[in-house]
T-cell receptor, first 112, second 115 residues
Framework: EPEVTQTPSHQVTQMGQEVILRCVPI?????FYWYRQILGQKVEFLVS????????KSEIFDDQFSVERPDGSNFTLKIRSTKLEDSAMYFC??????????FGPGTRLTVL | KQEVTQIPAALSVPEGENLVLNCSFT??????LQWFRQDPGKGLTSLLL???SQREQTSGRLNASLDKSSGRSTLYIAASQPGDSATYLC??????????????WGLGTSLAVNP
């Protein structure tokens, strides 16, 4: 069964460094998402992406964040200058025309 | 602003028991509601999706109901097993135009099924 994959599973970085989180959505899906979950808190929406552009973004998704679908298969989330409060589990999701969102296993980002 | 609440926050039951998890949302203008399972340190697995026009959905031992007017959904798990131990999350997609499909999440119910 097709699944969403994410790499790396765990990323440790120093504050102020740039990180790129990578996702490979299910191949025929059209809508792509990033969510994050800070330990002990609710899952939060960051951004949705459709037709090669951002369709919606949250207040969290400021100028430090960007997304790309560089080659038709990967979907990346870049954080330009990480802060301590960016430490969280980051989930990628994709969906086709049905509304069930399929999630990857997540990347645990630790900012020191 | 849509808020999603789940009660109880934690639940511990003996194996074989039937149980109900609750989810409530403040704005009834939803497009659909999804129930997910999250194992510790792992990703989110979709269990059931209920469209706003539906009253319930079933998958195996799981049954989810939706009462949109009262802002409530329940997830019923029949004959619980230790393998059901996980955190169960509900998430709603609000009504909105076009491609805005973000999900708004509850904090989850942590379920422990004891052998």
């Amino acid at each position: 069964e097709p699944e969403v994959t994410q790499t790396p599973s765990h990323q440790v970085t120093q504050m102020g460094q740039e990180v790129i989180l990578r996702c490979v959505p299910i191949s025929n899906h059209l809508y792509f998402y990033w969510y994050r979950q800070i330990l002990g808190q609710k899952v939060e929406f960051l951004v949705s992406f459709y037709n090669n552009e951002i369709s919606e973004k949250s207040e969290i998704f400021d100028d430090q964040f960007s997304v790309e679908r560089p080659d038709g298969s990967n979907f990346t989330l870049k954080i330009r200058s990480t802060k301590l409060e960016d430490s969280a589990m980051y989930f990628c999701a994709s969906t086709l025309s049905t509304d069930t969102q399929y999630f990857g296993p997540g990347t645990r980002l630790t900012v020191l | 602003k849509q808020e999603v609440t789940q009660i109880p926050a934690a639940l511990s039951v003996p194996e074989g028991e039937n149980l109900v998890l609750n989810c409530s949302f403040t704005d009834s203008a939803i497009y659909n509601l999804q129930w997910f399972r999250q194992d510790p340190g792992k990703g989110l697995t979709s269990l059931l999706l209920i469209q706003s026009s539906q009253r319930e959905q079933t998958s195996g031992r799981l049954n989810a109901s939706l009462d949109k007017s009262s802002g409530r959904s329940t997830l019923y798990i029949a004959a619980s097993q230790p393998g059901d131990s996980a955190t169960y999350l509900c998430a709603v997609r609000r009504l909105g135009a076009g491609n805005n499909r973000k999900l708004i999440w509850g904090l989850g119910t942590s379920l422990a099924v004891n052998p």
